[in-house]
C-alpha cells in the first residue's frame, strides 16, 4: 500500500529564511504527487503537483518540489518564507485504485520574526 | 465560481445522535470524496462518489457511516449513533472526474465535536 511519510512535525523558520520541508513517499510505479497547505480554520489549497516530467514542479506562492526518485522524495522548498506562509503542510500520494490521496501526517511551520 | 461548501462549519451533539454533514462540489464535478481529519489518525480517506455511485468505500470506519450522492451533486455523510471518537473535522473534496492528473478542490470542512 501507498504510504507517505512527512519526519518533521513542527520546524520554526526566521521569516525571509530558506525552507525545506520533507516528504518521502512509498510506491512501487511512478507516484502521482501532491503538495497541499491548511491554514487555521481553513480547508486544503492545492500548492503544487507532479506526474512527469520535469522533475522541479513550480506551484503557487512561490513554492517549488523536487522529485527524486532514487530516494523516494518529494521536498517542498521556498527561498524567502514571509509571516503569511505559517501554516500546516501536507504531501499526499495519488493511489492508483479509486485516485483517492494518501497523506502525510503533516508538518507544521512557525514562521518567527 | 464557487468553490466546494460544507455545512454545517461546526456541529455539536451528544453520544448516541444522529448527525448528517453536507458537501455541495464544484458544479460540474463528476468525483467527490470525503475524508476525515483528526488528531490521533490524521488526514484519512473515508468514501469516493464518482456520479451517485460509490466504488470505493473502503475508509467508512464502521457501520455507523453511510453517505449518499443525489443528482450527481450533493453529498450526504450521516454517522448514526456518534461516540466521541468521532470528534474530527469532515472534509469533502471534488475534482472534475476520476482522473489521476486531476487536483481534488477541498471545502472548509465540518468539526464535529462529540460530547
Known amino acids: 500500500a501507498q504510504s507517505v511519510t512527512q519526519p518533521d512535525i513542527h520546524i520554526t523558520v526566521s521569516e525571509g529564511a530558506s525552507l525545506e520541508l520533507r516528504c518521502n513517499y512509498s510506491y512501487g510505479a511512478t507516484p502521482y504527487l501532491f503538495w497541499y497547505v491548511q491554514s487555521p480554520g481553513q480547508g486544503l489549497q492545492l500548492l503544487l503537483k507532479?506526474?512527469?516530467?520535469?522533475?522541479l514542479v513550480q506551484g503557487i506562492k512561490g513554492f517549488e518540489a523536487e522529485f527524486k526518485r532514487s530516494q523516494s522524495s518529494f521536498n517542498l522548498r521556498k527561498p524567502s518564507v514571509h509571516w503569511s506562509d505559517a501554516a500546516e503542510y501536507f504531501c499526499?500520494?495519488?493511489?492508483?485504485?479509486?485516485?483517492?490521496?494518501?497523506f502525510g501526517t503533516g508538518t507544521r511551520l512557525l514562521v518567527s520574526p | 465560481g464557487a468553490g466546494v461548501s460544507q455545512s454545517p462549519s461546526n456541529k455539536v451533539t451528544e453520544k448516541g445522535k444522529d448527525v448528517e454533514l453536507r458537501c455541495d462540489p464544484i458544479?460540474?464535478?463528476?468525483?467527490l470524496y470525503w475524508y476525515r481529519q483528526s488528531l490521533g489518525q490524521g488526514l484519512e480517506f473515508l468514501i469516493y462518489?464518482?456520479?451517485?455511485?460509490?466504488?470505493?468505500k473502503s475508509g467508512l470506519p464502521s457501520d455507523r457511516f453511510s453517505a449518499e450522492r443525489t443528482g450527481g451533486s450533493v453529498s450526504t455523510l450521516t454517522i448514526q449513533r456518534t461516540q466521541q471518537e468521532d470528534s474530527a473535522v469532515y472534509l469533502c473534496a471534488s475534482s472534475p472526474n476520476q482522473s489521476r492528473q486531476e487536483t481534488q478542490y477541498f471545502g472548509p470542512g465540518t468539526r464535529l465535536l462529540v460530547l
Open positions: 499526499a500520494v495519488r493511489d492508483t485504485g479509486f485516485q483517492k490521496l494518501v
Open positions: 458544479s460540474g464535478h463528476t468525483a
Open positions: 462518489f464518482q456520479g451517485n455511485s460509490a466504488p470505493d
Open positions: 507532479y506526474f512527469s516530467g520535469d522533475t
